[in-house]
């Protein structure tokens, strides 16, 4: 597995263990109301924690790979870029539609808590599907 495809693969797993974190915090207070619902640090933490576990397993797994096979190539390649370049295509689509969406959540003035989700789901669809499409691109090519 490249260098590149196991950085992928520990971002994926940190977003979607950190989304699930937040959401099992948040989404058993969904029966108060909006304004006493503690949503704003939950999210701040679970991003940070998805940020620190994503370079911690990038770390442990490289080391992992490196000890398996010392001579295997650690630098990106012209294909690398490229898939890259294709993820993010993909990723910034889904930025973009949660930007969107926010800001017109704004407009019509809901609550932050609405605003901040809309935003919170936006980056998690964007990494998530960015990701998955670069895994794809790195097993099956483009096509």
């Known amino acids: 597995m490249a260098?590149?495809?196991r950085n992928?693969?520990?971002q994926l797993i940190a977003s979607i263990v950190g989304t699930a974190v937040y959401l099992s915090i948040v989404l058993p207070q969904l029966d108060r109301?909006?304004?006493d619902i503690d949503w704003a640090w939950p999210m701040a933490w679970t991003i940070i924690g998805a940020?620190?576990?994503?370079i911690v397993i990038s770390i442990v797994w490289g080391i992992l790979a490196g000890m398996r096979?010392?001579?295997e190539e650690h630098s990106a390649d012209q294909r690398d870029r490229e898939i890259g370049w294709f993820g993010d295509r993909i990723g910034q689509a889904f930025s973009v539609i949660g930007g969107v969406a926010a800001l017109i959540l704004a407009m019509v003035e809901a609550h932050w808590f609405w605003i901040g989700n809309v935003?919170?789901?936006g980056?998690?669809?964007s990494a998530s599907l960015s990701a998955i499409a670069r895994l794809?691109?790195?097993r099956r090519g483009f096509q």
Do not use: M
């Open 136 to 138: 794809i691109a790195y």
């Open 119 to 121: 935003l919170f789901l």
């Open 123 to 125: 980056f998690f669809l």
């Open 69 to 71: 096979d010392p001579d």
């Open 8 to 10: 992928i693969w520990a």
């Open 51 to 54: 940020i620190v576990a994503s």
């Open 3 to 5: 260098y590149s495809e």
């Open 33 to 35: 109301p909006v304004d």
